[in-house]
């Protein structure tokens, strides 16, 4: 098993495959990518290589990364010849389990031993996929977020034949091309999908019910909570409001939704315990001296502060025109 990765292949060259390659080879790592055929692949590359200098020429990459990357990136001739010797093979094809395990199958029968494989599955357990894979002890998901360049979160499942040292050669894999992984346990969706859907029903349900527009959904979650969400997750942010609060108000939805919005045990069990949170020095995320949750306090306002000149700079995002509304058909013309 590779303990330290230092040459990669990415197999699929599209736009997920792709902003994962580009990744990898401006943090210096000598990289591959593959696709369906050489003809595809070379797109690929050369989508990749034109990408890099406008990310440069807009400052969103340093000076010089477009050169990195070329450098450090390259068209492979064949999936079987592309996996050949290299430390780490990502597949990155399209989410299907019947695709993902024939080209996982190819990949293991040709890759080197002691290789490590990843899939970048954003929904389907390893379970599912690892029966493909020879050596299933050096497979796990490596979930990457589209656009990989920009996104630095990077979901991380390990299967039941997962070894260890895969996970840790992973790990410092990410650590070293500036990415932040999350070990989830393997279960359909894992957790950033179930986050994200769980969102986005919610959402659904309130335009259904005509309790919000569309437009209106979308400016209380990105001015609201949404704002918060770049500097801090969930539990962090209930520390913040006051687990006590957080623990009244599920009463009030509870009464009006039932089940769905009942009160969790995680939150009655820690309440019970007397953690409020910031207020009260003892939190989800841990306890808090006083000169503690004043930095906290600080570094929120200072975030949140930094956040709102970077939209104001950045202005509004571009929007389609006429908004699309539910009950409307697009019949053409």
Known sequence: MRESIHTVTV??????????????????LDTTIVDVDPEATQRGLQRLLREAEDFEDQGLYPSGAAATIAEHLRAGQSLETAVAGVDFIEEAVFESPEVKTEVLARISAHA?????????????????LAPAVQHPERFLTVHYSNPAPFIPGVELVAGEATSPQAIAAVKDLLQRTGKEGAQVADRPGMALNRLQYALLKEACSIVEEQVATMEDVDTIVRTTFGFRLGFFGPFAIADQAGLDVYN????????AYGSRMSRPELLREAVSQGRHGLKNGAGWTGDFPEETAADVVRYRNRA???MGELLRELGPAPQASPPWQPGHTDDAA
């Open 112 to 128: 080197d031993p002691e290789a490590i494989i990843g899939t970048n599955t954003s929904t389907i357990p390893v379970a599912v």
């Open 11 to 28: 197999v699929g060259a599209g736009y997920m495959g792709g902003g994962i390659a580009q990744t990898l080879a401006l943090a210096g």
């Open 304 to 306: 949140y502060a930094r």
């Open 248 to 255: 009244n108000g599920f009463g009030t939805l509870a009464e």
